[in-house]
Structures are given as structure tokens and as C-alpha cells.
């Protein structure tokens, strides 16, 4: 934008003045963000979501009479189920683009949710290990499934800790920072 400000006017003052944002508005990113898909956390994310998957589902099929007699089992589909969806959520964010409408630390964000679910899981598989006599080796697959999954949770957490330390507020990935603007702090002026 220009304003004019003729002769008198001025009072001393340059007779134009243009002004300019300092950052434009994020830009809407259509298509998937490939980049995120083939970065390290991007797989990490894929690997718990596959895992947490086969973790849920083979605890799941053991029946329902188990399921109601064993407050372990319960609580291991209660944290894979609830992880699995949690993991879902963040990574549809992630490669839709759509965290960047948010302006928050997305990585301290993934690193919490990631040393979180590692906790949980831990303390589920150790029940759930605790309780089985080796009777149903079904439950001993979910155990294995769920100490595999909590262990890809635990090296994201890492990679995200890392990330953070490096001052990162997005996801890696092919978009990162680079699709969206960010704001330079200083008002330009001719």
C-alpha cells in the first residue's frame, strides 16, 4: 500500500510511505507432503501405526471372555486402541499440511505424545506379560507386538528430542518450514 502526502502536508515527512506485511498468511498446501512420508519420523510414525495396529487387533481376538475377566488385557487395548489413534491423528496432520494452521512447537508436541505412549505401553506389556501363564499365545503375540511398537515410540521420542534441541518447531519432511512463511520481526521501510 502507498499513501501520498502533498507539499504542506509533509511537514518535513517523506510524501510517500509504503507499508508491507511482515509475513503473509500461511498458504493453503494441497496434496500430501511425500517429504514428511519418507523422513525419519515419517516412517517412525508408520512403523507405530502398522505395529500398534497388529498390537490391538491380536489382543482383541482373544475373546471377550478374557477380555472382561482381565482388567490387563483391558487396559492394553485401552493403550494400544487409544495410542493407535493418537498416532493416526498426528500423522494425518502431519502429511496433509494441516499442523501449519496451528502455530505451536509440533515437535515438542510429537516428542511428549511419543515419551508418553513409551511409558504406557511399558507399563501395559509388563502387565500383560506379568498375567500370562503361556496358556494363550495370542496374548504372548500381543506382548511381543506391543514391546516392538513401544520401542519404535521410544526411538521417535529420541529423534524428536534431538529435533527439538536443534530449535525445530515442524515436522521434517519435504514442506517443512520452507511452505510456510514466517514472520521476520522487522518492519521494512524504504
Do not use: C, H
Not at 3 to 27: H, I, K, L, M
Amino acid at each position: 500500500m502507498s499513501y501520498n502526502v502533498s507539499g504542506d502536508d509533509a511537514g518535513g515527512f517523506p510524501s510517500t510511505v509504503s507499508t508491507q506485511s511482515a509475513a503473509a498468511p500461511p498458504e493453503r498446501r494441497s496434496g500430501l507432503d511425500i517429504g514428511y512420508l519418507v523422513s525419519v519420523q515419517g516412517i517412525l510414525k508408520i512403523i507405530q501405526a502398522v505395529l500398534g495396529f497388529l498390537a490391538w487387533v491380536i489382543a482383541a481376538s482373544i475373546g471377550g471372555l478374557i477380555i472382561n475377566n482381565s482388567p490387563s488385557v483391558g487396559f492394553f487395548l485401552f493403550v494400544s486402541i487409544t495410542a493407535w489413534l493418537g498416532t493416526l491423528v498426528l500423522l494425518l496432520l502431519f502429511v496433509t499440511g494441516l499442523y501449519a494452521r496451528v502455530t505451536i512447537n509440533w515437535v515438542l508436541i510429537d516428542m511428549i505424545y511419543d515419551v508418553a505412549v513409551t511409558v504406557l505401553y511399558f507399563i501395559a506389556n509388563v502387565v500383560l506379560a506379568a498375567v500370562n501363564t503361556g496358556v494363550f499365545g495370542t496374548l504372548i503375540a500381543a506382548t511381543v507386538f506391543g514391546f516392538l511398537v513401544m520401542i519404535a515410540y521410544g526411538i521417535a521420542a529420541f529423534f524428536a528430542f534431538r529435533a527439538f534441541q536443534a530449535g525445530e518447531t515442524t515436522p521434517s519432511g519435504g514442506g517443512g518450514n520452507s511452505s510456510v512463511p514466517q514472520p521476520s520481526g522487522q518492519a521494512e521501510f524504504p
